[in-house]
């Protein structure tokens, strides 16, 4: 193993299990097995995982679960992700078997009911990029508010081994904001995924003038006299939520988890791995694992 240049890749394990569910679930392919479970959505969740493991060669890997549907955002707002309808029947037997595979492959599961995987993974990157630099790997946007020198985003995008890598230059190359007013954007403009308005009438573009002029939610408020007329009536008319859509909005990162090295060091045990993927019956298992010889003992 190599110790020289230490990374730990944190992975969003329902952003790359419902990915991979919907991938295939759209032509009916669930590869059901003989004791009539399906297997579609884990399988695409370990070739997602090991592709990045091969191209970004990180030392230490965890993965981040959502534990249910109830967190501290539903307390504050219970309308938060209420646009959600239930799972798929065919998903819902593959969370706890992903899980369970997971760990088959002695990498940590981590998550805490009451919170998203993504504040387990906000509190865990903040605490270990004093050791190492940390790769999260995601198809969530929001995660980007987390990007510093030491935090990287790996987005996935369509198909296996397609990754738009996320910095803080590039972030703020694009948007012209840096990452942490990620979460006063989001707040101003809403999130229909997570079903939460925003102020109402403000738009992405409107919202990002407003950041780089004024820098935050309360700068805005604190200027109104020098807003126009329309966003002035807009913002005021929405005032009393900005300050909980930006709760909402904000990855909380002092969750009560934690993730040591030593726990997170990647090296999977080939017989136990191969005994549970043998055990679901999953196609092609020879080729799921990764190839190079560091990650196996």
């Given at each position: 193993m190599n110790q020289q240049n230490p990374s730990l890749m944190l992975v969003d394990g329902m952003a790359l299990l419902f990915r991979a569910f919907y991938a295939t679930a759209v032509s009916g392919q669930y590869m059901i097995n003989s004791k009539g479970i399906p297997t579609n959505g884990i399988h695409g969740f370990i070739k997602h995982m090991f592709t990045a493991v091969s191209r970004f060669k990180p030392t230490h890997l965890a993965v981040c679960w959502d534990m249910g549907s109830k967190t501290f955002r539903t307390e504050l707002y219970p309308d938060y992700k209420g646009?959600?309808?239930?799972?798929?029947?065919?998903?819902?037997?593959?969370?706890?078997?992903?899980?369970?595979?997971?760990?088959?492959?002695?990498?940590?599961?981590?998550?805490?009911?009451?919170?998203?995987?993504?504040?387990?993974?906000?509190?865990?990157?903040?605490?270990?990029?004093?050791?190492?630099?940390?790769?999260?790997?995601?198809?969530?946007?929001?995660?980007?508010?987390?990007?510093?020198?030491?935090i990287s985003?790996?987005?996935?995008?369509?198909?296996?081994?397609?990754?738009?890598?996320?910095?803080?230059?590039?972030?703020?190359?694009?948007?012209?904001?840096?990452?942490?007013?990620?979460?006063?954007?989001?707040?101003l403009m809403g999130d229909a995924s997570d079903n939460y308005p925003g102020v109402r009438g403000i738009g992405e573009k409107t919202a990002l003038k407003l950041l780089q002029q004024f820098e935050h939610i309360d700068g805005i408020i604190s200027n109104l006299n020098k807003l126009t007329n329309s966003q002035k009536t807009k913002i005021e008319q929405d005032r009393d939520m900005l300050h909980l859509y930006r709760r909402l909005a904000e990855i909380k990162c002092d969750v009560p988890v934690s993730c040591s090295l030593e726990e997170s060091l990647l090296i999977i045990e080939k017989e136990k791995a191969m005994k549970k993927l043998m055990d679901l019956e999953l196609r092609s298992i020879n080729r799921l694992l990764p190839m190079e010889e560091k990650y196996i003992s």
């Amino acid at each position: 193993m190599n110790q020289q240049n230490p990374s730990l890749m944190l992975v969003d394990g329902m952003a790359l299990l419902f990915r991979a569910f919907y991938a295939t679930a759209v032509s009916g392919q669930y590869m059901i097995n003989s004791k009539g479970i399906p297997t579609n959505g884990i399988h695409g969740f370990i070739k997602h995982m090991f592709t990045a493991v091969s191209r970004f060669k990180p030392t230490h890997l965890a993965v981040c679960w959502d534990m249910g549907s109830k967190t501290f955002r539903t307390e504050l707002y219970p309308d938060y992700k209420g646009n959600r309808g239930e799972p798929p029947v065919e998903l819902i037997p593959q969370f706890d078997l992903a899980k369970e595979v997971v760990e088959s492959f002695n990498i940590p599961n981590i998550g805490l009911e009451g919170f998203e995987a993504d504040d387990c993974i906000g509190t865990i990157a903040k605490k270990m990029k004093e050791h190492v630099h940390v790769f999260i790997l995601t198809g969530d946007q929001d995660i980007l508010q987390l990007l510093d020198e030491r935090i990287s985003v790996i987005m996935l995008k369509k198909g296996f081994g397609n990754y738009q890598v996320h910095t803080p230059q590039s972030f703020y190359e694009e948007k012209g904001i840096f990452p942490s007013q990620l979460i006063d954007l989001k707040a101003l403009m809403g999130d229909a995924s997570d079903n939460y308005p925003g102020v109402r009438g403000i738009g992405e573009k409107t919202a990002l003038k407003l950041l780089q002029q004024f820098e935050h939610i309360d700068g805005i408020i604190s200027n109104l006299n020098k807003l126009t007329n329309s966003q002035k009536t807009k913002i005021e008319q929405d005032r009393d939520m900005l300050h909980l859509y930006r709760r909402l909005a904000e990855i909380k990162c002092d969750v009560p988890v934690s993730c040591s090295l030593e726990e997170s060091l990647l090296i999977i045990e080939k017989e136990k791995a191969m005994k549970k993927l043998m055990d679901l019956e999953l196609r092609s298992i020879n080729r799921l694992l990764p190839m190079e010889e560091k990650y196996i003992s």
